[in-house]
């Protein structure tokens, strides 16, 4: 005589949900020009940084610690979360 099927128990982590990351302007809002979802921290920086490099707010070619502080100036980060809210990994300024 065969078994019944034996129920599958799922395990929900909160690992297992995708991160994505945002970038956040002074007031902590979605930053004007640059709100879209990013797949990586480093999708996100890329797109600051030519941001701030399309405005002239950095010489080219300037030295990474430069090129550092003004992102960290003009942009903040968000991760998405399982909730699906948004926490703040670096406020601007």
């Known amino acids: 005589m065969a078994s019944a099927p034996q129920p599958v128990h ?3 982590s909160p690992w297992a949900v995708a991160r994505v ?4 302007d002074g007031h902590g809002r ?11 921290l480093d999708a996100a920086h890329e797109a ?21 502080a003004v992102l960290r100036r003009h942009f903040g980060v968000e991760v998405s979360t399982a909730s699906g809210s948004w926490r703040t990994l670096r406020h601007p300024g």
């Open 30 to 40: 979605p930053h004007a020009e640059l709100d879209e979802v990013f797949e990586s």
């Open 48 to 68: 600051a940084l030519a941001w701030i490099e399309g405005r002239c707010l950095v010489e080219p070619q300037a030295p990474t610690g430069e090129l550092q």
């Open 10 to 12: 799922v395990i929900s």
């Open 21 to 24: 990351y945002r970038l956040i």
